[in-house]
């Protein structure tokens, strides 16, 4: 059984950095893409990174890139989301997810965990 736990999320100021973390168990790394994904209230869920199982390269939105960066450790069997320079648009509850898949502009995920909440204050 796929779980992913989400840890890391808070509060911080606009301009901080925080490192989300996520344990994950019930599969290996080799099999799935890894990523993580975002909901702001009343909005749309965002895809914000994913790493392509086939062939390991990244995947960033506009809104994210150049300030997020996804890293895994298979050893540790864990994923982070380095957020670098947040902005209040940040704030969303963020989830882990395997089964990533990206394709054409959009992002695909098929498990994912109970997610952190970040809150980004101006």
């Known amino acids: 059984e796929v779980q992913l736990v989400e840890s890391g999320g808070g509060l911080v100021q606009a301009g901080g950095s925080l490192r989300l973390s996520c344990a994950a168990s019930?599969?290996?790394?080799?099999?799935?893409?890894l990523g993580w994904f975002r909901q702001a209230p009343g909005k749309e869920r965002e895809g914000v990174s994913c790493?392509?199982?086939?062939?390991?390269?990244?995947y960033y939105p506009d809104s994210v890139k150049g300030r997020f960066t996804i890293s895994s450790d298979n050893a540790k069997k864990t994923v982070y989301l380095q957020m670098n320079s947040l902005k209040p648009e940040d704030t969303a509850v963020y989830y882990c997810a395997a089964d990533c898949i990206y394709y054409s502009g959009s992002y695909y995920y098929g498990y994912w965990g109970q997610g952190t909440l970040v809150t980004v204050s101006s």
């Open positions: 019930g599969f290996s790394f080799d099999d799935y893409g």
């Open positions: 790493i392509s199982a086939s062939d390991g390269r990244t």
